[in-house]
């Protein structure tokens, strides 16, 4: 008996001794803890908790004197130069475009000269805050995607967007857009939003990303009707519905997610690609009348029947079916039933029929 206390006692100091080595947590902290820059952030956008701060050590930024600017510049390439604050960028009256990515710039400033930039790229900096441009009027392109925004706001003045990627923040919700109404496409992938809401002024958008958000329900689309890209990958969607008057939409990308009926896709017969991996699906259905579809993407789900595949024969132009990882699969005539009920198809899966 002594001994096995004193194995236990033993024990604790062990376990004591190599958890403060290891210097392991005792809870791991959650996502929403969000600006501690040691974390090592994982391809998902995920932030792993446990992981050791780097040993690198951090960049220096550099003085924008050290830089040459050439005045007759249009297309002005200053990537990754280390540069900390965005200044004596004046000079470059005649630039159409301006590349400052992958630097260490913590806020937008300094730009009120620049009225004839058609793009901006601030991709991968440290900025919190979307502010100090209602001088570029003109501009059409803006990518402030991988920092560390968390409201979408200060945009009112740029009308002539038709590009904005706002990829790897941490948005929580969608917001002052209204005055965008030539925006074209629209990047959200990767932040904290849970709603999809204050669109309808977007009537010209065509292309919509919201992948790897926190949305439980597909809502709020009705005005979207040049809307031919969406994209809502890695959400929280169990019910496909609210795409009735997306009557333009060509792609639709709804992986990962929760669905476990096909179904609502009545007026969407201008579909191409079809992506519904990835959720609880057990029966191909209800998309017959989906005669243009080029592509569709259905593994990892439950289907089990091959009478299911009489679905798509009506889509004469199918190219690529993708049914890996479904109870179908198991068949050791899989490839060889998909080749005969489909046999347009010139990609099952990741591999091309050889004719």
Known sequence: MHFFFFWLYASNLLYLFVCKTLAVSPRGESEESGDDETKRKSLNGEVDSLQAPSTVPKESPVDMDTITLDPDEEDVDLVHCRIGKIEGLEVLRKAKTISLRQNLIKCIENLDSLVSLRELDLYDNQIRKLENLQALTELEQLDVSFNLLRKIEGLECLTKITKLFLLHNKIMSIASLD????????????????????LDSLTSLESLFLGTNKISQLQNLDGLHSLTVLSIQSNRITKLEGLQNLVSLRELYLSHNGIEVIEGLENNKKLTTLDIAANRIKKIENISHLTELKEFWMN???????????????????ETVYL?????????????????????????????IRF
Do not use: C, H
């Open 324 to 352: 890996e990882r479904n109870p179908l699969q198991k068949d050791p005539q899989y490839r060889r039933k998909i080749m005969l009920a489909l046999p347009n198809v010139r990609q099952i899966d990741a591999t091309f």
């Open 300 to 318: 990892d789900n439950q289907i089990d029947n091959w009478a299911d595949l009489d679905e798509l024969k009506n889509a004469k132009g199918l």
């Open 179 to 198: 005055q965008l109404t030539s925006l074209q496409m629209l990047e959200l992938g990767s932040n904290r939003i849970r709603v999809i809401e204050n």
